[in-house]
């Protein structure tokens, strides 16, 4: 069964640094997403992303993140200069229309 | 206010009972709901979406919706110990909307 994928499982990254998690999307879905979940917490939108560019992003997802699509296959969230609120597991999803999202392995990051 | 709302927990149930978790949310024009269940550590994985008022069943577990009420509950019968999960509630709006607003989950224990 196809699955959404995501690497690498665990960065750890000093505050300030750039990040880059990187996600496969199911091979023919189309709308893609980013979530994250801070420890203990709900799972928070991010941004959504279709036909190569951002169809909504949440109050969270400021100037600092921004996502890609570099090739047919991989779809990005790069943090800029992180902080150590950013900690936190991030999951990618995706979703074939009509359909429903589904989610990534996730990456946890912690901003040390 | 917030948006999707769900009890905590932990509910605890014997194996073989049925498990009923439920979910209320605020915004009226919500169009799509979903429960992820979410082991410890991992990502959400999807176990059922209902989109019109009633009853959706899918092997041993219904979900409910009451757009009136605005509830939507997740009932678990023949509950076994690998069903001891967090439950998460979430909501689309629709009307263009690809965010899903998720609760914060409540925790299910079976116990054999």
């Known amino acids: 069964e196809p699955e959404v994928t995501q690497t690498p499982s665990h960065q750890v990254t000093q505050m300030g640094q750039e990040v880059i998690l990187r996600c496969v999307p199911i091979s023919n879905h189309l709308y893609f997403y980013w979530y994250r979940q801070i420890l203990g917490q709900k799972v928070e939108f991010l941004v959504s992303?279709?036909?190569?560019?951002?169809?909504?992003k949440s109050e969270i997802f400021d100037d600092q993140f921004s996502v890609e699509r570099p090739d047919g296959s991989n779809f990005t969230l790069k943090i800029r200069s992180t902080k150590l609120e950013d900690s936190a597991m991030y999951f990618c999803?995706?979703?074939?229309?009509?359909?429903?999202?589904?989610f990534g392995p996730g990456t946890r990051l912690t901003v040390t | 206010q917030k948006e999707v709302e769900q009890n905590s927990g932990p509910l605890s149930v014997p194996e073989g009972a049925i498990a009923s978790l439920n979910c209320t949310y605020s915004?009226?024009?919500?169009?799509?709901f979903f429960w992820y269940r979410q082991y410890s550590g991992k990502s959400p994985e999807l176990i059922m979406f209902i989109y019109s008022n009633g009853d959706k069943e899918d092997g041993r577990f219904t979900a409910q919706l009451n757009k009136a009420s605005q509830y939507v509950s997740l009932l678990i019968r023949d509950s076994q110990p690998s069903d001891s999960a967090t439950y998460l509630c979430a909501v689309n709006r629709g009307g263009g909307s690809e965010k899903l607003v998720f609760g914060k989950g409540t925790k299910l224990t079976v116990n054999p």
């Open positions: 999803a995706s979703r074939a229309p009509p359909g429903e999202q589904y």
């Open positions: 992303f279709y036909n190569n560019e951002i169809s909504e």
């Open positions: 915004d009226r024009g919500s169009q799509s």
